[in-house]
């Protein structure tokens, strides 16, 4: 976490507020965000259960004061200095939502798994047909966009269902979507990575459930 936040802070983007979520962690990270400094800029939600992924940013939204939002997960995953070009198409109005790609022209360092890269491609080519968009990563956890446009929406996955969730929702506004190449660190489920083979089902579900209803 102290390693992301300086990254964040570093990477030479306007920053109006950063909202960082504790989703009832068990590792030290709870303490050590209770014993930040106050930052008038920085921001700490505390959830009194594991909710998953998709609950934590959901409780970072509802927070988000700011025009433009940005997720970032913390674990290193996606490195903060690509955050500059993810926004660069919102800032010169040529885009309302970005995404990053994993799998457009970017460098991965250690890539995913194959079975997951083959996954992320089958689930963003349903969301694709679902959605009318053209992406190449819908799974991928860099998404910016204007946070106007999460007025009418609520948010229900509490897991990974949120990419396809918040994917189907933003289309059905019909806004400019952009994406860009970013880089890729994996981690290994060894290392705490936490989706399985059944997070790729329930996102078809999530795809049609949203998309129909």
Same mark, same amino acid.
């Given at each position: 976490?102290?390693?992301?936040?300086d990254?964040?802070?570093?990477?030479?983007?306007?920053?109006?507020?950063?909202?960082?979520?504790?989703?009832?962690?068990?590792?030290?990270?709870?303490?050590?965000?209770?014993?930040?400094?106050?930052?008038?800029?920085l921001?700490?939600?505390?959830?009194?259960?594991?909710?998953?992924?998709?609950?934590?940013?959901?409780?970072?939204?509802?927070?988000?004061?700011?025009?433009?939002?940005?997720?970032?997960?913390?674990?290193?995953?996606?490195?903060?200095?690509?955050?500059?070009k993810?926004?660069? $198409?919102l800032?010169?109005?040529? @885009?309302?939502?970005?995404? *990053?790609?994993? #799998?457009?022209?970017? &460098?991965?360092? /250690?890539?995913?798994?194959?079975?997951?890269?083959?996954?992320n491609?089958?689930?963003?080519?349903?969301?694709?047909?679902?959605?009318?968009?053209?992406?190449?990563?819908m799974?991928?956890?860099?998404?910016?966009?204007?946070?106007?446009?999460?007025?009418?929406?609520?948010?229900?996955?509490?897991?990974?269902?949120f990419?396809?969730?918040i994917?189907?929702?933003?289309?059905?506004?019909? $806004?400019?979507?952009?994406?860009? @190449?970013?880089?890729?660190? *994996?981690?290994? #489920?060894?290392?705490? &990575?936490?989706? /399985?083979?059944?997070?790729?089902?329930?996102?078809?579900?999530?795809?049609?459930?949203?998309?129909?209803?």
């Open positions: 976490v102290p390693t992301i936040l990254r964040v802070r570093s990477a030479g983007i306007p920053i109006h507020q950063i909202i960082v979520v504790d989703d009832a962690s068990t590792d030290g990270t709870r303490n050590f965000l209770q014993a930040l400094p106050h930052d008038p800029a921001h700490v939600e505390f959830h009194n259960t594991n909710r998953g992924k998709g609950a934590a940013i959901a409780t970072a939204l509802a927070h988000a004061t700011g025009t433009i939002v940005a997720i970032q997960d913390a674990d290193l995953e996606y490195d903060p200095a690509d955050l500059p993810l926004l660069r $198409p800032l010169e109005n040529r @885009a309302d939502v970005v995404y *990053g790609s994993r #799998f457009s022209g970017c &460098k991965n360092s /250690r890539a995913a798994y194959r079975r997951h890269r083959w996954g491609w089958a689930v963003t080519k349903i969301s694709n047909i679902f959605t009318g968009l053209k992406l190449t990563d799974e991928c956890c860099y998404k910016a966009f204007y946070r106007k446009l999460l007025d009418g929406i609520t948010l229900k996955e509490q897991r990974f269902g990419e396809p969730e994917t189907v929702k933003l289309a059905k506004k019909k $806004p400019r979507f952009h994406e860009v @190449a970013i880089s890729y660190t *994996g981690r290994t #489920f060894a290392e705490g &990575k936490k989706i /399985r083979w059944y997070d790729g089902l329930w996102a078809i579900y999530a795809i049609v459930k949203y998309r129909l209803f």
